[in-house]
């Protein structure tokens, strides 16, 4: 079993940054991929990023390829989501979420968090 602790959202000006993090809990932490989602109002949940159990693989979603940026600690079982150059249209509630199979991660894994609301104003 894995818990997941979303923090780090907010209301942030378009351009901004915010960095999300996703604290786990339970064993094992470094055996996981770990992934981000996000939904939106009326929007299903949509993938955002991925990252193997040593951060030597990661995935995007082409929506934030090279203004988003995943890393993780596992010394500290906590996954990262930096985002960087926000738009309007990043607003949503983002997700963590956790599999041993990595593949799985970009389609929803066996963990979830509960997420943290990102706002961006225009």
């Known amino acids: 079993q894995v818990q997941l602790v979303e923090s780090g959202g907010g209301l942030v000006q378009a351009g901004g940054s915010l960095r999300l993090s996703c604290a786990a809990s339970?064993?094992?932490?470094?055996?996981?991929?770990m992934g981000w989602f996000r939904q939106a109002p009326g929007k299903e949940r949509e993938f955002v990023a991925g990252?193997?159990?040593?951060?030597?693989?990661?995935d995007y979603a082409d929506s934030v390829k090279g203004r988003f940026t995943i890393s993780r600690d596992n010394a500290k079982n906590t996954v990262y989501l930096q985002m960087n150059t926000l738009k309007p249209e990043d607003t949503a509630v983002y997700y963590c979420?956790?599999?041993?199979?990595?593949?799985?991660?970009?389609?929803?894994?066996?963990?979830w968090g509960q997420g943290t609301q990102v706002a961006v104003s225009s």
């Open positions: 339970g064993r094992s932490f470094s055996t996981y991929a």
């Open positions: 979420n956790a599999d041993r199979n990595y593949r799985m991660v970009a389609r929803g894994g066996a963990y």
């Open positions: 990252i193997n159990w040593n951060g030597g693989t990661t």
